[in-house]
């Protein structure tokens, strides 16, 4: 159980466009989901906390203007890389969590490879 | 949270016990310990956590000292799919699901033939 489906698993896009990155839970309801980014050979950056039905909460650094995150419904959030450049080429990957006291707390989705060109 | 340590890089040979340490010296008492690994290019798996008492499921077993200042994250038979990078990470129950995790840099176990 507790399973995140994350599409696509990779894109690549042109300097310039956007891309829409999903994030479902399958068998659960998830309030709050996290993106994170990872670039090679490092740990997992936190992006953005979402929660369904308000405005995400974004880390110091992170322009919410260019990353937008949608969180509609309890199982589905979105990230939009807006206006996407060779810089923002990296792992996306999101994150909900299960707030169940004494169980773990969070699952992951496969990731999302963005290359920009 | 508090912040915990860990080996950048271990060895294992298929077939032993792997066993990876962390610190977390400042660890307050109402904050939990949580593995988790990431195999190349996914996300990451959850393995285990712990409060105080040492845990045990069909993928680990964690370990956890009486002060609870460090833990070591046990494999028992590890496997060359047991590569990965392994994160301790600590993390505290209150805030309920707003409560983010925070990744630090890891171990990267390479389990050999």
């Known amino acids: 159980g507790a399973v995140v489906s994350q599409h696509p698993s990779r894109v690549i896009c042109k300097s310039g466009t956007s891309v829409k990155i999903e994030c479902r839970s399958l068998d659960f309801q998830a309030t709050t989901m996290f993106w994170y980014r990872q670039f090679p050979k490092q740990s997992l950056m936190l992006m953005a906390t979402s929660n369904e039905g308000s405005k995400a909460t974004y880390e110091q650094g992170v322009e919410k203007d260019k990353f937008l995150i949608n969180h509609a419904s309890l199982t589905l959030s979105t990230l939009t890389v807006t206006s996407a450049h060779p810089e923002d080429s990296s792992f996306y990957i999101c994150?909900?969590?299960?707030?169940?006291?004494?169980?773990?707390?969070?699952?992951f989705g496969s990731g999302t490879r963005l290359t920009v060109v | 949270d508090a912040k915990t340590t860990q080996p950048p890089s271990m060895d294992c040979a298929e077939g032993r016990a792997a066993n990876l340490p962390c610190n977390h010296s400042?660890?307050?008492?109402?904050?939990?310990v949580y593995w988790y690994r990431q195999i190349h290019s996914q996300g990451p798996q959850y393995i285990i956590h712990?409060?105080?008492n040492n845990e045990t499921n069909e993928m680990a077993s964690l370990i956890i000292t009486e002060d609870r200042k460090s833990s070591t994250l046990i494999l028992p038979h590890a496997t060359l799919r047991d590569t990965a990078v392994y994160y301790c990470?600590?993390?505290?129950?209150?805030?309920?699901?707003?409560?983010?995790?925070?990744f630090g840099k890891g171990t990267l176990l390479t389990v050999n033939p």
């Open positions: 712990g409060l105080k």
């Open positions: 400042t660890i307050s008492g109402n904050e939990y």
């Open positions: 994150s909900a969590a299960i707030d169940r006291a004494g169980a773990y707390g969070y699952t």
């Open positions: 990470i600590v993390r505290g129950w209150s805030g309920g699901s707003n409560y983010k995790l925070t």
